[in-house]
């Protein structure tokens, strides 16, 4: 039991990178696409609604300022230079590391 994270999904809407969590012990899922453009997300609290009936379900399109939050709390950032988003970042540069050497 535990918890997953994993990048290796694709946004069902727009088959770019998306950021996956998995909790075997609740059952849950929340996937979160890394496109700008996109920004669909999909929630499925799985058996934690039972325990909290405020448990949210749902998809959806984060707004621009939303996903700019969720990309922080997961510890990403988007690149300005290249626009990938990843944890490869300096926390003193917007640029992740392999712009920075180029």
Not at 28 to 36: G, I, K, P, V
């Amino acid at each position: 039991m535990g918890t997953r994270y994993s990048m290796d999904r694709n946004c069902e809407m727009c088959r770019g990178q998306s950021f996956l969590v998995e909790d075997t012990h609740y059952e849950s899922r929340e996937e979160h696409c890394l496109n700008e453009s996109c920004r669909h997300y999909y929630v499925n609290s799985g058996k934690l609604k039972y325990e909290n009936p405020n448990a949210f379900d749902g998809m959806g399109f984060d707004t621009p300022e939303d996903w700019i939050e969720k990309l922080d709390c997961f510890g990403y950032k988007k690149c300005n230079k290249c626009g990938k988003v990843g944890t490869n970042h300096n926390d003193h540069s917007p640029s992740c590391e392999q712009c920075e050497e180029e």
